[in-house]
Antibody, heavy 119, light 107 residues
């Protein structure tokens, strides 16, 4: 069974840094595409980052230059390094596979991790 | 960026009702449109990909249609477990964007 298990959320001060982890089982992080999606309190879903199987990464303007998505193939784990955090980054963050089963869709999801940025 | 607009933002319905949610894109996105169901405290769940293809295991009361800029999610007979928020999402190009969501609650 394919699964993504997240860890690393918490409370952080504005301007601080935090790293989220997403451990994959049942599939290999280097062979597939993955993404992070977030939901701020009372808001909708927002795409945050993408890593293709060949390693290229993409971000929306809202996090570009502050967030970095990476992977550790030895640990079969994905990461989201978040720097210069702002109050508006407060959200539940989900990792998800992109196109693992279904083309061009977020199809396997982690359980989510809450990040709270205090001012 | 492609803007996705859902309507309505919320609706109240009873079990057994037929429910239709509309999603409009600010430019043509072919059939690069997905639908997700999201319940509080849970991860979103993919329901429909490529506008009208049902994810395996999703009940046949869910259906999707449309292409270009206008899309529809229909629940033919609402069940108690369907009360949730539904999001459309375009996968035509990055930045991938979601609609603002449609909350379906109990009348």
């Amino acid at each position: 069974e394919v699964q993504l298990v997240q860890s690393g959320g918490g409370l952080i001060q504005r301007g601080g840094s935090l790293r989220l982890s997403c451990a994959a089982s049942g599939f290999t992080v280097s062979a597939h595409h993955f993404t992070w999606v977030r939901q701020a309190p009372g808001k909708g879903l927002e795409w945050v980052s993408l890593i293709y199987n060949y390693g290229s990464t993409y971000y929306p303007d809202s996090v570009k230059g502050r967030f970095t998505m990476s992977r550790d193939t030895s640990q079969n784990t994905l990461y989201l390094q978040m720097n210069s955090l702002r109050a508006e980054d407060t959200a539940v963050y989900y990792c998800a596979s992109y196109g693992y089963i279904y083309p061009d869709a977020f199809d396997v999801w982690g359980q989510g991790a809450m990040v709270t940025v205090s001012s | 960026d492609i803007q996705m607009t859902q309507s309505p933002s919320s609706l109240s319905a009873s079990a057994g009702d037929r429910v239709t949610i509309t999603c409009r894109a600010s430019q043509t996105i072919s059939i690069n449109l997905n639908w997700y169901q999201h319940k509080p405290g849970k991860a979103p769940k993919l329901l429909i990909y490529a506008a009208f293809s049902l994810e395996s295991g999703v009940p046949s009361r869910f259906s999707g249609s449309g292409s270009g800029t206008e899309f529809t999610l229909t629940i033919s007979s609402l069940q108690p477990e369907d009360f949730a928020t539904y999001y459309c999402q375009q996968s035509y190009n990055t930045p991938w964007t979601f609609g603002q969501g449609t909350k379906v609650d109990i009348k």
